[in-house]
Nanobody, 121 residues
Framework: VQLVESGGGLVQAGGSLRLSCAVS????????MGWFRQAPGKQRELVAA???????NYADSVKGRFAISRDNAKDTVYLQMNSLKPEDTAVYYC????????????????WGQGTQVTVSS
């Protein structure tokens, strides 16, 4: 399994970034996809997830600012991040779950290398 994130960078507060994650080695359309982030000194946290049917769930801290989407034809998941804040600064990782594990709240088993997002004030 390979998950390759891209699209991170340095942006000013209020700006936007679009992260992408290209996935191989799994049947992409059969899996729930998600984005996590980890800031220095903090635990990794779930930012957003999108089910096989396209339903999205978000952490309260990003609701209304971030949007997760998926392209099953390209085996790629995206995270559109708008109105970025300094507290969004973190390494962002994509991951996946078989649907039954996502519903059960199980942690994902595979991670990409991550992409750094830095938001300056």
């Amino acid at each position: 399994v390979q998950l390759v994130e891209s699209g991170g960078g340095l942006v000013q507060a209020g700006g936007s970034l679009r992260l992408s994650c290209a996935v191989s080695g799994i049947t992409f359309s059969f899996n729930v996809m998600g984005w996590f982030r980890q800031a220095p000194g903090k635990q990794r946290e779930l930012v957003a997830a999108i089910t096989t049917g396209g339903s999205a769930n978000y952490a309260d801290s990003v609701k209304g600012r971030f949007a997760i989407s998926r392209d099953n034809a390209k085996d790629t998941v995206y995270l559109q991040m708008n109105s970025l804040k300094p507290e969004d600064t973190a390494v962002y990782y994509c991951t996946f779950w078989p649907p039954r594990l996502y519903v059960n709240g199980s942690p994902p088993g595979s991670w990409g290398q991550g992409t750094q997002v830095t938001v300056s004030s």
